[in-house]
Structures are given as C-alpha cells and as structure tokens.
C-alpha cells in the first residue's frame, strides 16, 4: 500500500493547490469556465483524500507493519475499536483525518451553498483549499502517514498505542477536537471571502451559522471528553488541571462561544460588524495554535507529541493567516463601519456586549497563564517585571522579584478564572431578562427582582442544610460538641467555599431565569393554540430552535458550574499505605483493603493488579445473617469456643477462638483454597514436599511483571511462618516460577493437600489470622470478610506488556450528590498499596451539564423546514460583473426565515 498511498498523497497535495488557485483565478477574473472548474477539481481531491484514508484504515485493520506509523501505534493485540483509533492516534494519521474530514466539509459547504455568487464561492473555495493544502504539504514534506522501514520489511508486531490513550474516551476526545479546530476554517473562509469581495452584510453570517455552531459543539465535547479521561485515566484526583493543551482547546471555545453571541447583534441590528470580522480571524487563528501547542514542544504536557517537528510549519502559517487577517480588516475598515448605534447600556445588546468582553477576556487569561512560562524565561520581561515590583513596593504592595521562569499553576488559575466564570454565569440569566434596544431601569428591577429574590431564598435554604448536616457529621465523626464542630467548620471556610456558593446562586437564578422563558413562552402558545403544555413547549422550542436551544445550553452551563461549586467542597484524603486487612474512613465511607487480584488481560495484551476495596457507610452494621453464616463455618471443626466481633462501618468480622491452634486451622482452610487458585501441584517423589508452581494466569503475569508474582512467594512464606499450624517451611528459588512447601511430616503434607482440594468456604470473600495481635490465655484471632456485605471497588493498574510505564484504571462510585473516587498506587513485589481516596460532591453534574449542552447545540443545528426553492431561467444578458457565470445556468430564489 506504500506505493499506492504515497502516489495518493502527491496527486492530493498538486490537486489542492490547483483548486486552490483556480479558485482564486476564476474568482479574481470573474471566469465562469474556471469557476466551473474549481467545482469539478474540488470534487477531484475530496474523492483522492478518501482514497488515501481507506488505504490507511486497510493498512491498520491488516495488520501491515512494514508502514512505520501503523507499526508505531498498533499491534496485533489491540481491541479493533482501538485499532480504528489508530489513524487519528499519531501525528502522522491525523494530518490525514484532518485533510480528509476538511476536504468534506469544503465539498458540503461550498457545493450545498445557494445564497452566494459564484465569485464569492470561488474566493472561499480558495481559502479553503488552501488550508487542506497547507496540512497536505505537511505530510508530503515531513509526516507521510505511508512511510515504510526502509533497510528491512518491519517489526514482526507493532509497538502499540499509548496505554493512557487505550480508554473509551480517549479514542472519541481527538477526533472531536480535531473536528472542533478544522470545521471553524468554513466561518473563517466565508468571512475571508466576504472582506474580499465586499459584500459585508450578514449573509455570510448566516451561511455559517450552523457550521460556527458544529465547531463550538465538537469542540465542548472534546473537552468534556477529555476531562472524562483525565477523570478516569490519569488517577490525580480531578477532571481539569489547567494543562496547557487542554487551555489550548478552551481558548478557541472562548471566542467561538463569543463570535456566536456576537453574530446575532449583526443579524439583528447590523451592528458588531468589526468585531465579527476580528472574532471570526482571531477564533481561526487560536484553533491552529491550539493544534501547534499540541506539537511543538513549547510546553510540557501530558497530551503533547515529544517527537514532532511541525512546530516551525505551524509558525509560519499562523503568522501568514495573522498578516492575512490584518490586512483584510484594515482594507475594509471603514465599510465594516456599524449601520446602528448602541441606544442604551440598558439594553439586551449591552449585555451581549459585555458578555463579548468578558469571553475574550477569559480566552487571553487562559492564554497568558499557559505560555506564561515561556514569556518569564526572557531576561528582559524578569527585569521589567522587578522594576515594577520595586515600584509597587515603595506605595506599600509588597511583590516578590523574579529571579527565574515561573509556571503559573492549578491555583493560580482557579483564583483568577474564577471570578471571570462567576461573572458569565450572572450574565447568562441577565440576558433574557431584559430587552433589545432600551430597557427601563423600572421595567429591569421588576424583571430582575423576583428571579433574584426566589433564588437568594432557595440558596439559602440549599447552603444552611448543607452547612447543618457538614457540621453535624464532623461533630459525629470527630466525637465532639456541635458548637466545637462549627468553630472548625467555620474556620476551615476559604475563597473556595464562598465562591461555591455565589456559583450555587447565580446558577439557580439563571436556571430560574432560563425556566421562566420557556414557561412564559409555552403558556401563550397553549392559550393560543390550545395545545397540551407539554406540546406547546415542545413546538416552542422547535418552531424557534435558535432561541431555545441556546437556553438549554445555557442550562447545561449551569448543571456544570454546579459540578465546579462542588469540586470546592471536596473531601480529599493524601495517599495513604493499607496492608491487607487494613481499614481508612473518608466522608462517611468506610474502607477496607482485603488483597490484590492479579490476572493477564490477553485481549489488551496487559498485566492487571486489583486493589479489593470493600466499602461500607461509616455507621453501618453487618447483617446478623451474614455474621451467624461466617461463625458456623468457623465453628466447623473447631474444638474451641469462637466469639464474634464487628465493628460499625466495618466489614470486618473479629472471631476469637479460645484455642490459637484452632484459629490457625481456620486460617488454613482459607489459604489453601486460594493457593489452589494461583498454584499447580507438581509430581514430587519426597513425601514431605509439596511442590508447586505458578498458575497458568501466573505464568504469563510473570512474563511480563516478574515482580507480580513475588506477593504469592513471599505470603506463602508468611502464612507458614506466622499463620498456620502446620510446621512446614517454604522453598523459592530466584527467577523460577516453581517452589515448594517442605512439612514436618507426610499427614500434614496430605492433610495441606486435602485442604487445597475442598470445597471453597462459602461466602468469605478474605480471611487471615491476625498474628499481629497479641490475646492471653492461648486464644487466637482470624479477621474474617463476609462476601455479601457493603460494596466493592477495584481500583486497578494495568502493566502492558510492549509499554515500560503502567497506567491507572481509578473506581469510581457515582451517586447523585457525588464520587467516591479511588485510585491505587501499586509497590510492585510488595503486598500492600498506596490508596488515594476522594468524596467529590456533585461531579456528576459535570456530565450531565454535557449532554444538556450537546443536546442544546443540536437543535439549534437542527434545519429549519424551508420553502420550496423555485426555479427561474436566467435573463437573456448577463454581464460577467454581475454574477460571473453562464447565461444557460438557472438561478435559485428560495425563501428564508430568520429566528430572531
């Protein structure tokens, strides 16, 4: 396929150029027979860009490794869902997604397009092709998705994909931000082709209403899926760390979000035209920054390509679209003058004004604190930055010099984003409470009052029970005074907490706000129609889908600034160290650490340890049942009285038997039952010796993590040592996978044997006798988990076999009002774990506030029924500075609507 793809690639990148400059020509000439052309050569390459794309998912799904980038990020182990997620997965593949998915959209923008000329489409053609161009000469150049191993025919098996990037997640968050990026060329193409030519009205606008809108919603859902990701895969304890190409991603979706806001001013009052021109090239340009973020190694990141050389490409070409843009403005600065003036600050324009402001506001903070890094390395910023320092010094504001670069983390951007998305929340409930053009201060109190009022009351009572019950658990779990429990509780109130609750506020006015809308709106139409409410809600919102729908993604805003609240009251517990049976409490869970599962996931081709977690609430108690159940099996056998103690919260039954031996004997009947299931006995002629070897899960764990199988050689030796009333001793040799059990008699060698062969003790998930605890008079302790009680999580760490650095699998606990988030830190060879346990209130919301938004985006997307176009023959003359097309070519007149 090397030759087939590459041919491929050459004739794509010589056929982009060309209809990109034909475009141009029969724009620029006004030649009907190269406008034609350019259709026909646009067509050409789309058709070439899909060729090339089923050569490379053929190359992926067959497994052709002589390929070096089908080699680099794939092997014959892969699930085949991954396998397909190899072509976006390396550099290489996602130049060509992206070729390939913008050459469709300019065959679907510019061929279904029947408002422009033929002219004004052969410019925006031209813009458009030009940017495919661009990422073709990268692969033609520097990244050829069909390079093959020269010097031999390839590796046997490839090296395989990234582990971080093997998650569900992960194999959607590219391509939907990759989609994000390129499908905002089509606004800024038709912008472009709009400053050209100069028809500056809102045409251009609405043509790319709907494709602004596509961009802005792949773009929130690679986000979303991203932090989901990072939630699920990375194990650190959140869902956004400020990393700066994720910033990349959310500082387009700024001023995307901005220039949507925007465009409606324009359609309406035909004001806004210079800024939507601004908005349109900036928001293009920052979706190419977002991309040479990802690949030029200006800052270290978890998402960043290391080994790409792009980055000097990628400079050039932003500086070529940033002169393109300034020109472009600056020639038509004055015909972009604005046709109406702004009547009043008191007015739904204002607003949106202000709501401009704050959303480019937020994208260059963002920007800042991202490469500010970078900026603090140039000697010349430090001193002016000192110089400053000193001046604010001498009136009293204490600064600290910089003497080196400064990365400006996590905390600095929760202190200074926070205030700024505050802020934007307030005005998403402004907006629909006041009126185009002028509003009376009168009529803005009377509107504004009883949404503000309702939600104060509502917040109030949601903070003060939420307060009361904190308190009362924190005296609860404390074991103090209520009034000592809110000393500390007040005490412990930060800029967070009150943040989270102004966020709580405005969230519940904007909601209320939101609500009213569409309950004012469906009651009239109700009243008018005399439909079902449920029916006149539904129609509303259809028959006015731009309105609407951007209402409800303005509810999934709220949903997630809910979720933001919440990560400020997060109840966050540092790693801690738990040995098998050992038990932590975090909120009002309680968590016990039992054993490690260890098995070999063929289809993924991974190691995998598993932490038991047995979760129960704090004040719980097992079940008498459960309890009675366990004792009888102790009993069994047993010579000795046993006594029974649990503990609340606790899964753990305590069963003293008055005879240590006896004790022991129990231990036994549980460690050989598990031995049989991690060992094979061997054939052994010594009648002392019980030899054994790994299991067959063991064996090809041992393969790949030798260190797994340590645990089970070294809690045999344990058990024999300190836990059991067998006098035997354990034999291990380094480096082999068998060992043996030596006892003091054939009866015990015969009686172990006899053990491990039983029936497996029913519903005991752990048990080990507690050798760590000291009785009088000769009792013993075994510490016993029931299998039926509380709840297990099994947060993981996988070991790939092709890959040196393992990967964090978290469990997670959802509930309405929050997580329980556990994540482990395996100690390779050792039995005990590193747990880091989080209570995050509210995350859910998070997501849901995604689906709302995405759910949002889509009606607004959703066509609206128009009239039938309606054919007319042309006139006889036409001039070629009319239209520039044949006089034999029909018109189509269709009829619009506009939403307002």
């Given at each position: 396929?090397?030759d087939v793809?590459?041919?491929?690639?050459y004739l794509?990148?010589?056929?982009?150029?060309?209809?990109?400059?034909?475009?141009?020509?029969?724009?620029k000439?006004?030649?009907?027979?190269?406008l034609d052309?350019g259709r026909?050569m646009?067509m050409?390459?789309?058709?070439?860009?899909?060729?090339?794309?089923?050569?490379?998912?053929?190359?992926l799904?067959?497994?052709?490794?002589?390929?070096?980038y089908i080699?680099?990020y794939?092997d014959?182990d892969?699930?085949f869902?991954?396998?397909?997620a190899?072509?976006?997965?390396?550099?290489?593949?996602?130049?060509l997604?992206w070729?390939?998915v913008?050459?469709?959209?300019a065959v679907?923008?510019?061929?279904?397009?029947?408002?422009?000329?033929?002219i004004?489409?052969?410019?925006?053609?031209?813009?458009?092709?030009?940017?495919?161009a661009?990422?073709?000469a990268?692969?033609?150049?520097e990244?050829?998705?069909?390079e093959?191993?020269?010097?031999?025919?390839?590796?046997a098996?490839?090296?395989g994909?990234?582990?971080?990037?093997?998650?569900?997640?992960?194999?959607?968050h590219?391509p939907?931000?990759?989609?994000?990026?390129m499908?905002f060329?089509v606004?800024?193409?038709?912008?472009a082709?709009?400053?050209?030519?100069g028809?500056l009205?809102s045409?251009?606008?609405?043509?790319?209403?709907?494709?602004?809108l596509?961009?802005?919603?792949?773009?929130?859902i690679?986000?979303?899926?991203?932090?989901?990701?990072?939630y699920?895969?990375?194990?650190w304890?959140?869902?956004?760390?400020?990393?700066p190409?994720?910033?990349?991603g959310?500082?387009p979706?700024f001023?995307?979000?901005?220039f949507?806001?925007?465009?409606m001013?324009q359609?309406?009052?035909n004001m806004?035209?210079?800024?939507n021109a601004?908005?349109?090239c900036?928001?293009?340009?920052l979706?190419?920054?977002?991309?040479?973020?990802?690949?030029?190694q200006?800052?270290?990141?978890?998402?960043?390509?290391a080994?790409s050389?792009?980055?000097?490409?990628?400079?050039?070409y932003?500086g070529g679209?940033?002169v393109?843009?300034?020109?472009?403005?600056?020639?038509r600065w004055?015909?972009?003058?604005a046709?109406?003036e702004?009547?009043?600050?008191?007015?739904?324009?204002?607003?949106f004004?202000l709501n401009?402001?704050?959303l480019v506001?937020?994208?260059f903070?963002?920007?800042w604190?991202?490469l500010?890094?970078?900026?603090s390395?140039?000697?010349?910023?430090?001193?002016l930055?000192?110089?400053?320092?000193?001046v604010?010094?001498t009136?009293?504001?204490p600064?600290?010099?910089?003497t080196q670069?400064?990365?400006?983390?996590e905390a600095?951007f929760?202190?200074v984003?926070?205030?700024?998305?505050?802020a934007?929340?307030?005005?998403t409930?402004?907006?629909?409470?006041?009126?185009?053009r002028?509003?009376?201060?009168k009529?803005?109190?009377?509107?504004?009052?009883r949404p503000?009022?309702?939600s104060?009351?509502?917040?109030s009572?949601?903070?003060s029970?939420?307060?009361?019950?904190?308190?009362l658990?924190?005296a609860d779990?404390?074991?103090?005074?209520?009034?000592?429990a809110?000393?500390?509780?007040a005490?412990?109130?930060?800029?967070?907490e009150i943040?989270?609750?102004?966020?709580?506020?405005?969230g519940?006015?904007?909601?209320?706000?939101?609500s009213?809308?569409?309950h004012?709106?469906?009651?009239a139409?109700?009243?008018s129609?005399?439909?079902?409410?449920?029916?006149?809600?539904?129609?509303?919102?259809?028959?006015n889908?731009?309105?609407y729908g951007?209402?409800?993604?303005?509810?999934?805003i709220?949903?997630?600034?809910?979720?933001?609240a919440?990560?400020?009251?997060?109840?966050?517990?540092?790693?801690?160290a738990?040995?098998p049976?050992d038990?932590?409490?975090?909120?009002e869970y309680?968590?016990m650490y039992?054993d490690?599962i260890v098995?070999?996931?063929?289809?993924?081709a991974?190691?995998r340890?598993r932490?038991?977690?047995?979760v129960?609430?704090?004040?719980?108690?097992?079940p008498?049942?459960?309890?009675?159940?366990?004792v009888?099996?102790a009993?069994?056998?047993?010579?000795?009285?046993v006594t029974?103690?649990?503990?609340p919260?606790?899964p753990?039954?305590?069963l003293?038997?008055?005879?240590?031996a006896?004790?022991?004997?129990?231990?036994?009947?549980?460690f050989?039952?598990?031995?049989?299931?991690?060992?094979?006995?061997?054939?052994?002629n010594?009648p002392l010796?019980?030899?054994?070897?790994?299991?067959?899960t063991?064996r090809?764990?041992a393969?790949?993590?030798p260190?797994?199988a340590?645990?089970l050689?070294k809690?045999?030796?344990?058990?024999?040592?300190?836990?059991?009333?067998?006098?035997?001793?354990?034999?291990?040799?380094?480096?082999?996978m068998d060992?043996?059990?030596?006892f003091a008699?054939p009866a015990?060698?015969?009686?172990?044997?006899?053990?491990?062969?039983?029936k497996?003790?029913?519903?005991?998930r752990w048990?080990?006798?507690?050798?760590k605890?000291q009785?009088?008079?000769?009792a013993?302790?075994v510490?016993?988990v029931?299998?039926?009680?509380?709840?297990l999580l099994l947060?993981e760490?996988?070991f790939?076999?092709?890959?040196?650095?393992?990967?964090?699998?978290v469990a997670?606990?959802?509930?309405?009002?929050?997580?329980?988030?556990?994540a482990?830190?395996p100690?390779?060879?050792?039995?005990f774990?590193?747990?880091?346990?989080i209570?995050?209130?509210?995350?859910?919301?998070?997501?849901l506030g995604?689906?709302?938004?995405v759910?949002?985006?889509?009606?607004?997307?959703?066509?609206?029924?128009?009239?039938?176009?309606?054919?007319?023959s042309?006139?006889?003359?036409?001039?070629?500075?009319?239209?520039?097309v044949s006089q034999?070519?029909?018109?189509?007149?269709?009829a619009?609507?506009?939403?307002?």
């Open positions: 396929m090397h793809g590459t041919a491929l690639l794509a990148f010589l056929s982009t150029v060309a209809t990109a400059l034909v475009g141009f020509v029969g724009a000439l006004r030649s009907p027979g190269l052309a026909h646009m050409a390459s789309w058709l070439i860009y899909l060729a090339m794309s089923a050569a490379l998912i053929y190359g799904v067959t497994h052709d490794f002589s390929n070096k080699a680099a794939t014959r892969m699930p869902a991954y396998l397909l190899g072509f976006w997965g390396g550099e290489k593949g996602a130049l997604f070729t390939a913008l050459s469709t959209f679907v923008s510019i061929g279904r397009n029947r408002t422009q000329t033929p004004f489409l052969g410019w925006t053609s031209g813009v458009l092709h030009t940017a495919v661009f990422f073709a990268l692969m033609v150049w990244s050829n998705p069909f093959i191993f020269q010097a031999y025919g390839g590796p098996d490839g090296r994909m990234n582990p971080l990037l093997q998650n569900p997640f992960m194999s959607i590219p939907a931000m990759l989609t994000g990026y499908t060329t606004p800024f193409a038709f912008g082709a709009a400053l050209i030519t028809k009205d045409q251009w606008l609405r043509d790319t209403r709907q494709w602004t596509v961009s802005w919603m792949f773009l929130t690679g986000l979303i899926l991203g932090g989901a990701w990072a699920q895969e990375l194990g304890g959140g869902f956004w760390m400020w990393d190409v994720e910033n990349a959310l500082i979706w001023t995307a979000t901005a949507l806001h925007s465009v001013i359609e309406r009052r806004l035209r210079r800024w601004v908005l349109v900036l928001t293009f340009l979706t190419i920054f977002g991309t040479f973020l990802t690949r030029s200006l800052i270290d990141s978890v998402h960043a390509f080994d050389t792009l980055a000097p490409w990628f400079l050039w932003m679209i940033f393109l843009s300034v020109c472009l403005v600056a020639y004055n015909d972009l003058r046709e109406a702004l009547d009043s600050m008191m007015s739904r324009e204002a607003f004004v401009n402001v704050l506001g937020c994208a903070v963002v920007m604190g991202t500010f890094s970078k900026i390395e140039a000697e010349a910023f430090r001193a930055y000192n110089q400053i320092a000193d604010l010094s009136v009293g504001i600064a600290d010099p910089m670069p400064v990365e400006l983390g600095w929760n202190r984003m926070a205030p700024l998305g505050m934007l929340l307030l005005l409930g402004v907006g629909p409470l006041i009126s185009w002028r509003a009376t201060r009529n803005f109190e009377k509107n504004f009052r503000m009022g309702l104060a009351v509502i917040t009572i949601l903070v029970s939420w307060s009361v019950r904190t308190i658990r924190l779990r404390r074991g103090i005074a209520f009034g000592e809110y000393s500390q509780w005490d412990a109130i930060g800029r967070a943040y989270g609750v102004i966020s709580v506020l405005f519940v006015f904007v909601t209320i706000a939101i009213l809308e569409f004012v709106g469906a009651r139409r109700r009243k129609r005399g439909e079902s409410y449920l029916m006149a809600l539904t129609m509303l919102t259809m028959r889908k731009r309105r951007g209402y409800i993604v303005h509810l999934g709220v949903f997630s600034f809910l979720a933001f919440g990560n400020a009251f997060r109840i966050y517990q540092p790693e801690v738990l040995d049976g038990r932590t409490e975090i909120g309680g968590l039992t490690s098995d070999w996931e063929p289809d993924g991974y190691v340890t932490a038991t977690m047995v129960m609430d704090r004040k719980a108690t097992l008498a049942g459960e309890i009675a159940a366990v009888k099996q009993s069994a056998g047993a010579k000795s009285t029974v103690d649990t503990q919260g606790s753990r039954i305590a003293t038997f008055k005879q240590a006896d004790a022991k004997s129990f231990s036994d009947r549980y050989a039952q598990r031995l049989a299931g991690q060992a094979a006995v061997l054939p052994s010594d010796e019980l030899r054994l070897t790994l299991g067959e063991l090809k764990v393969k790949v993590a260190r797994m340590m645990p050689f809690g045999t030796r344990a058990h024999f040592t300190k836990r059991s009333a067998f006098k035997a001793t354990v034999h291990t040799v380094p480096g082999q060992f043996s059990v030596r008699n015990q060698k015969d009686r172990f044997t006899a053990l491990m062969a039983a497996p003790l029913a519903g005991i048990a080990r006798f507690a050798d605890v009785l009088k008079g000769g013993g302790r510490d016993v029931p299998s039926n009680v509380g709840m947060p760490v996988r790939y076999a092709k890959h040196s650095s393992p990967t964090t699998e997670i606990h959802s509930t309405f009002e929050h997580d329980l988030y556990l482990m830190r100690q390779q060879g050792k039995s774990i590193t747990l880091l346990a209570v995050f209130p509210f995350v859910s919301f998070l997501w995604a689906i709302v938004m759910l949002g985006g889509a009606i607004c997307i959703w066509p609206t029924r128009r009239a039938r176009p309606v054919r007319q042309a006139p006889t003359s036409t001039t070629a500075g009319e239209i520039g034999s070519e029909p018109k189509v007149v269709a619009r609507t506009q939403n307002s």
